[in-house]
């Protein structure tokens, strides 16, 4: 019987989890503790873990070995200059958009606390972007004026707004949109056949001309930690 593969997100919001055997996934939790740690521990299992943000109780239980890396032996090639400081979580989303089609250019797009667009083409991670994410950006407008309230994310508000709190959340959230879909516009020039996967549970538009192909995965890091095990078990 294959071994449990436990594989976990530490977020800069929340730490998520996942556990898999074989190609099945027995267990997804959302919100994941030292307990439910304990728990799937007390049986055999590999683990592999994203940090992007910081969970001390959690880390003090785990072993170096477990943290995903620029060094872990991965399925795809990173031409990063500075490797050292890309986040892991963007190390396992290009792996996991590998996995579901090495052949395909992707552009990996995930919206969390910040904005990343990443490329990769022909298993090479050739870098992306990073930019403010939805609540970062209405944040800011609060934060740096007198006047402009904290107001929360709606992306069913459209242009214009009639409201000071409407037109703030179109300029936040539906810029967004137009974000990406100038991104898009510009690598399909480059890269016939691009494909896109988004990896956020935020509803965002990607805007009318957008005709490539979208794939909405928001387990990505997990998959591609998952993936990683996967690969690491076959070429030991």
Not at 58 to 65: C, H, N, T, V
Not at 161 to 174: F, H, I, M, N, S
Request: charged share 20%; glycine share 8%; hydrophobic share 35%.
């Amino acid at each position: 019987m294959d071994t449990l593969k436990l594989c976990i997100d530490i977020g800069n919001t929340s730490t998520k989890a996942a556990v898999y055997r074989g190609d099945s996934e027995l267990e997804y939790i959302k919100s994941f503790t030292v307990k439910d740690y304990e728990r799937i521990t007390a049986n055999p299992c590999e683990v592999l873990v994203s940090k992007t943000g910081s969970y001390p109780e959690l880390e003090a239980m785990l072993d170096s070995g477990d943290y995903l890396s620029h060094t872990t032996p991965l399925p795809i090639v990173l031409d990063y200059d500075t490797p050292h400081t890309l986040g892991r979580d963007r190390i396992a989303t290009a792996t996991a958009a590998y996995h579901m089609n090495p052949t395909s250019p992707w552009l990996i797009v995930d919206l969390g606390t910040c904005l990343t667009v990443d490329l990769l083409v022909d298993g090479v991670f050739l870098g992306g972007l990073i930019s403010p994410g939805v609540q970062m950006r209405l944040k800011a407008m609060h934060t740096f004026t007198a006047g402009l309230p904290l107001v929360g994310f709606n992306y069913d508000v459209r242009f214009p707004g009639k409201t000071t709190e409407q037109a703030l959340q179109v300029g936040v959230c539906q810029s967004i949109g137009y974000e990406l879909e100038g991104y898009i516009r510009k690598m399909n020039a480059q890269f016939p056949g691009l494909k896109i996967v988004y990896c956020s549970s935020v509803k965002i538009h990607f805007g009318n001309e957008v005709k490539n192909e979208i794939f909405a995965r928001s387990k990505l890091v997990l998959q591609g930690l998952k993936n990683t095990i996967e690969y690491n078990a076959k070429n030991e």
